[in-house]
């Protein structure tokens, strides 16, 4: 066990992380395809699936908020509205880090 | 039949459509037709992977590991979402969590292959799982709207995955020397690309607010979750609530 986690720990760490994502990420675009023989995705799963990429952004982004405090809501904030108007990504990401370039500018 | 939202013209895709039989088949030239429906993604391909790319050489990973990243996992939330919880030096506890979540975060792909199976079903296994290893959400849509055009072509689908590979891992090692690059980045909010680039993603997945209350739940559970428990269990718990959330709201 100490043999393994010794090896985890050198340098092959980030090799065997990148592999452990590569396999789980792969068994989730191969497990739609395989399971579809067998089983029906249910319309009450399917619901519960597609409600997942917006939940992982702010499960993720919000406690990251929280820690960087209101310069980050700004900066956020700026770039939901360009891109809800642009619908661009770049103009988001320009809004969001150039509203952050001027706060931190001004000693925010 | 819905409006054409992958290219403007589609001459070549109707006649290619027309001229298909009804049976799954693959060609060189539906290889060729799909890398010419592949270019309208161009722009947000190039800038989620550069903002990765950047986000990457931030948090200080080897370009080796961000092209690593980009090019096996090739999954930009469970990338982006990977780099917070990056380490240099691993334990089994730490991978373990870092592949439950990237499961997590990546398992609305079971939707996209499940969608796809009729179509890949008489593929040749070895194909099959190169064009499943190459799914995302773009290619999966554009793959989708030419099958549901009665496009029966799998090159189609290979073409455009193939070379929206290629873009994103392009565009990754450009954003990490782009990102390498910039004195301070702090003084520009480069520390926050990665929230700056998810805020973003919310606003094409906002159908209104009903089915965004999910969401909530799993920003609220995140957050509760992060302020008593050490480590990354907010985000598999946040995700999890946000799905049962889903699951329950009609």
Redesign the interface.
């Known amino acids: 066990m100490s043999g393994?986690?010794q090896f985890?720990?050198g340098p092959w760490?980030?090799?065997?992380?990148?592999?452990?994502?590569?396999?789980?990420?792969?068994?989730?675009?191969?497990?739609?395809?395989?399971?579809?023989?067998r089983v029906t995705?249910t319309p009450?799963?399917?619901?519960?699936?597609?409600?997942?990429?917006?939940?992982?952004?702010?499960?993720?982004?919000?406690?990251?908020?929280?820690d960087?405090g209101p310069t980050?809501f700004i900066?956020?904030a700026a770039?939901?509205i360009v891109?809800?108007f642009t619908?661009?990504?770049?103009a988001?990401?320009a809004a969001?880090?150039g509203?952050?370039?001027i706060l931190?500018?001004l000693g925010f | 039949m819905s409006a054409d939202i992958v290219d403007g013209k589609g001459a070549d895709r109707q006649k290619a459509v027309m001229s298909a039989p009804s049976r799954s088949h693959f060609t060189l030239a539906g290889c060729r037709l799909g890398a010419k429906m592949a270019l309208p993604v161009f722009?947000?391909y190039i800038?989620?992977a550069m903002?990765f790319g950047t986000a990457a050489s931030q948090k200080g990973?080897?370009l080796t590991?961000a092209m690593?990243?980009s090019g096996?996992?090739?999954?930009g939330?469970?990338q982006?979402?990977?780099l917070?919880m990056?380490?240099v030096?691993?334990?089994?506890s730490t991978?373990l969590t870092?592949?439950?979540v990237?499961?997590?975060?990546?398992?609305?792909?079971?939707?996209?292959?499940?969608?796809?199976?009729?179509w890949?079903a008489k593929e040749p296994l070895w194909r099959?799982?190169i064009n499943?290893?190459l799914?995302t959400e773009a290619t999966w849509l554009i793959g989708t709207h030419y099958h549901q055009e009665g496009g029966r072509d799998v090159g189609v689908l290979f073409g455009l995955s193939v070379l929206l590979w290629i873009v994103w891992f392009v565009a990754t090692v450009a954003g990490y020397f782009a990102g390498a690059l910039v004195p301070a980045p702090?003084?520009?909010?480069?520390d926050?690309?990665?929230?700056?680039?998810?805020?973003?993603?919310?606003?094409?997945?906002w159908k209104g607010a009903k089915?965004?209350l999910?969401?909530?739940?799993?920003?609220a559970?995140?957050?509760l979750v992060?302020a008593f428990v050490p480590g990354y269990l907010?985000?598999i718990l946040?995700?999890v609530?946000?799905?049962?959330?889903?699951?329950l709201?009609e």
């Open positions: 393994v986690e985890i720990a760490g980030g090799t065997i992380a990148i592999a452990a994502m590569t396999v789980a990420t792969f068994l989730c675009r191969i497990a739609g395809a395989l399971v579809m023989t995705i009450r799963i399917e619901r519960g699936l597609r409600a997942l990429p917006g939940s992982i952004i702010l499960a993720t982004i919000l406690p990251i908020l929280i960087k980050a900066g956020i770039t939901i891109m809800a619908r661009k990504e770049l988001g990401l969001g880090l509203t952050l370039t931190r500018a | 722009p947000g800038v989620f903002a990973l080897p590991q690593g990243l096996f996992v090739y999954a939330a469970s982006m979402v990977s917070g990056w380490q030096s691993w334990t089994l991978l870092l592949m439950a990237t499961a997590v975060v990546n398992a609305r792909m079971i939707l996209l292959g499940a969608a796809l199976q009729p890949l099959s799982a499943l290893f799914v702090e003084r520009f909010g480069l926050l690309v990665m929230p700056v680039f998810f805020g973003s993603m919310l606003v094409p997945l089915p965004a999910p969401w909530l739940v799993a920003g559970v995140a957050l992060h907010y985000l946040g995700a609530s946000g799905v049962i959330a889903g699951m709201i």
